[in-house]
């Protein structure tokens, strides 16, 4: 998936992620370790910092605490109503209109150039339909800031992965946990109680984050030194320590060979069966038509299928777009 222009790139997350990277570096990890930092290559000892943490029900606990679900799983989280975009005079989104439902994994694809990115950042708030709604738990996302987005319950991973390099697995998710804090400046400067047990909840939440997408033994290596499958599981992690009620992942087996993406069809399964809801951009079709409940399929912008994997993969039109048949003629 394209980023044309660098519009979009740098998001409301990185921001946020630029914003709080000495807190994290500091005071969280005073708690645990006494030099002030989270040593890089030394193992954490879990029970130490959380004695349910070696217990796999507590990390799935810990993971999906404070996760709600306010209405039942197939009610629509996301709405895309009517939404055109256009840049001058190329139209990039034509009236699309689906939905996303809670607690399902629906993938959106499409030939290059379709739309898929711009989708995207338009449901993420990047962008601002030229017409139509996008409607997230049920308010319209244009009234939501840039900023807010992440509060709202929304969070993505980056095709081209984007993590702190110098700072370890850990810390790279403690910072995705600092989306969710409520504590004042003041309180944050004055060093409150309910800041440092926001503190501690934070380190707690991101170590089983770690533990939950299988690199909890990496907690304290520096994710430059991270495989670069461990390093797309961290930015998942730390996506998810946002507490999103909409997971959107892009391009998330970008490189990957087939064992690795085996792996990565059971993490995001895993990440489904916890509750929370995944929107899966890939190119990858045998990846999309295994793991995925629904796809929507897009063409120069416009929707032309929506559908259970199965239905999508036999429709002429979706075949035809892949092939660059014209619709014409497989009819
Ligand atoms: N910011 C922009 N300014 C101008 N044109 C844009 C912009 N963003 C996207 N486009 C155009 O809109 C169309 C859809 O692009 P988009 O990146 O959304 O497609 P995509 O399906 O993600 O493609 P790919 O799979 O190749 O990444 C393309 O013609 C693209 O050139």
């Not at 740098?10 to 040593?39: K, Q, W």
């Not at 809670?102 to 290059?112: H, K, S, T, V």
Request: negative net charge; hydrophobic residues 40%; contains cysteine.
């Amino acid at each position: 998936m394209s980023n044309p222009g660098g519009i979009g790139a740098g998001s409301e997350h990185d921001e946020e992620f630029r914003s709080t990277e000495e807190m994290v570096g500091g005071s969280i990890a005073e708690e645990y370790l006494p030099d002030g930092g989270v040593e890089e290559g030394v193992e954490i000892d879990l029970a130490a910092v959380d004695p349910g943490l070696a217990d796999a029900s507590h990390v799935a606990e810990v993971v999906a605490s404070d996760r709600t679900i306010h209405a039942s799983v197939g009610e629509p989280l996301l709405q895309m109503q009517g939404v055109t975009v256009k840049f001058g005079g190329l139209t990039a989104l034509d009236d699309v209109t689906f939905d996303i439902r809670r607690g399902e994994i629906l993938g959106l694809i499409g030939p290059n150039g379709a739309g898929k990115t711009t989708c995207f950042n338009t449901m993420s708030g990047i962008y601002r339909p030229t017409s139509g709604n996008v409607l997230f738990d049920g308010r319209p996302i244009g009234a939501v800031k840039r900023n807010q987005i992440t509060r709202l319950g929304i969070a993505r991973t980056f095709q081209n992965i984007r993590l702190f390099s110098d700072m370890t697995a850990l810390e790279n998710v403690v910072v995705g946990t600092d989306a969710r804090h409520r504590t004042s400046v003041p309180g944050a400067i004055f060093r409150s109680s309910r800041h440092r047990h926001e503190e501690h909840d934070a380190l707690d939440r991101a170590m089983a984050l770690l533990e939950f997408v299988g690199i909890g033994s990496r907690a304290t290596e520096k994710s430059r030194n991270l495989s670069y499958g461990d390093q797309r599981r961290l930015e998942i992690a730390r996506a998810l320590a946002t507490q999103p009620k909409l997971l959107c992942l892009d391009e998330p087996a970008a490189g990957f060979n087939p064992a690795e993406k085996q792996a990565l069809m059971d993490l995001i399964r895993k990440i489904r069966d916890d509750g929370f809801t995944v929107l899966l951009i890939e190119h990858d079709m045998r990846l999309v038509m295994g793991v995925t409940d629904r796809v929507v399929v897009l063409e120069f912008g416009r929707k032309i299928a929506d559908g259970l994997p199965s239905e999508v993969a036999s429709d002429p039109a979706v075949i035809a777009a892949y092939l660059g048949v014209p619709d014409d003629a497989t009819a």
